[in-house]
């Protein structure tokens, strides 16, 4: 039997990989606020995230997804 903990963390999971694989410009953006910008080369309102670090955060989203699909099957 499942117990309240484990299905917090399949649930936590999930919501969070998906979070990440859809929106991972959002969390960018969450994660740098407040922070002085290094480089003021770009244009007025060019403040997007390199989509370099896009497919990295993608990544873990990803790999949340895994773990909490790993934890659910641990569960049946």
Do not use: K
């Not at 694989?21 to 390199?50: E, K, N």
């Amino acid at each position: 039997m499942a117990g309240l903990r484990e299905l917090l963390a399949v649930v936590l999971g999930v919501a969070l990989g998906v979070l990440l694989v859809v929106y991972p410009h959002a969390f960018i953006r969450i994660q740098t606020l407040g922070r002085i910008p290094h480089d003021r080369h770009g244009g007025y309102g060019s403040d997007g995230s390199p989509n370099g670090w896009a497919r990295v955060v993608q990544l873990l989203g990803v790999a949340c997804l895994l773990a909490a699909g790993y934890v659910a099957l641990q569960l049946l």
